[in-house]
C-alpha cells in the first residue's frame, strides 16, 4: 500500500511567490543592500519607524517582506503550536499592527476550519501585501487601515495577535491598550504579543508580563529552528544577520477554561 502524501506546506509556496513579486526589478544585492539599511533603521534609529523611514523605497519594502515577514510568519507558527494556541479552532483572528498580515495568517493556517482573519495597520502599502497574502493562500479576511487603540474587536472567541507592534507605540496608547486586551481576554479571546527577545528595547516589559500572569496568563522566551528556503537563509547571511535562528519573548493571555 502507498504511504498516504504529506500535505505541502503552504509557507513554501507562499515564500516561491513572495520572492517572484519582490525580486521582478530588483537583484539579490540591492535586495542585501536594502536590507541592511534597514536592520540599522531597527537597531540604531527606531524614531523612523515612526515617520515610515523604515519603508521608504522598493528595496526596503522587499528587504522588510522577504526577511523580516518570512521569518515572522515562521516564528508564529512555532509559537503558537508550542503554546496550544490552536484548538479549538477560532472563528476569527485579529492582527493588530499586522505589517504585510504574516502573524495573523500563519496563526489562522493552523487551524481548521480556518478562520477569518482582520489585519489593521496605519500604512497602506503594508494593507497591500497584506491582502496579496491573503489571497496568496486562499484565506478570509480584510485588511483595514487604523491604529491598534482605535481597532475595536467584537467580544467573544477570537484570536488577538500584535507581533513586534507594541514596542513602536508612544508610551500612553500602549498604557492604554493593555487593560483593553485584558478585557478582550476576559470577553473569551486569546491575546498574543510578541516582541523581541532584547530587554532594552522593550522596557514597559515587566508592568506587562505581570498584568498578564496576574491574570492567569504566561510570560516566555523562545528560540527555533525551523526549515528554512535556502534564499531566506542567505540573505540574512549575507546582510551580516542571524540567518537560521529565531527568537522572540511572548505574553499569552486565554480564557480561564481553554488554557
Known amino acids: ?14 515564500f516561491a ?7 521582478a526589478s530588483l537583484s539579490f544585492q540591492e535586495v542585501r543592500r536594502s536590507l541592511q539599511a534597514l ?10 519607524l515612526v515617520d515610515g523611514g523604515a519603508l521608504d523605497g522598493a528595496g526596503k519594502r522587499a528587504a522588510f517582506a522577504l526577511y523580516y515577514g518570512a521569518r515572522h510568519f515562521l516564528l508564529v507558527r512555532e509559537v503558537v503550536r508550542a503554546l496550544g494556541a490552536t484548538k479549538p479552532t ?3 483572528v485579529a492582527d493588530l499592527g499586522c505589517g504585510t498580515g504574516v502573524a495573523g495568517v500563519a496563526w489562522a493556517l493552523e487551524m481548521a476550519p480556518r478562520p477569518e482573519i482582520l489585519s489593521v495597520d496605519r500604512s497602506r502599502w503594508a494593507l497591500s501585501e497584506t491582502r496579496w497574502t491573503l489571497a496568496q493562500l486562499g484565506l478570509r479576511g480584510r485588511a483595514t487601515p487604523g491604529d491598534v487603540l482605535d481597532t475595536k474587536v467584537a467580544p467573544g472567541a477570537c484570536g488577538i495577535v500584535l507581533a513586534f507592534s507594541i514596542n513602536e507605540l508612544d508610551d500612553p496608547v500602549r498604557d492604554a491598550l493593555l487593560p483593553r486586551l ?13 516582541e523581541p527577545l532584547a530587554k532594552k528595547a522593550s522596557p514597559w516589559w515587566p508592568a506587562w508580563a505581570k498584568a498578564f500572569k496576574s491574570a492567569g496568563g504566561r510570560d516566555d522566551e ?19 544577520l542571524e540567518s537560521r535562528e529565531l527568537t522572540a519573548r511572548t505574553l499569552y493571555l486565554a480564557p480561564a477554561a481553554k488554557r
Open 1 to 14: 500500500m502507498t504511504a498516504p502524501t504529506a500535505p505541502e506546506d503552504p509557507f513554501n509556496a507562499w
Open 17 to 23: 511567490a513572495l520572492e517572484a513579486r519582490h525580486r
Open 39 to 48: 536592520s540599522s533603521v531597527y537597531v540604531e534609529r527606531r524614531s523612523k
Open 90 to 92: 477560532l472563528p476569527r
Open 182 to 194: 485584558l478585557d478582550n481576554a476576559k470577553a473569551g479571546a486569546r491575546v498574543l504579543i510578541l
Open 222 to 240: 523562545w528560540k527555533f529552528r525551523p526549515q528554512m528556503p535556502e534564499t531566506l537563509e542567505l540573505l540574512g547571511k549575507a546582510a551580516g
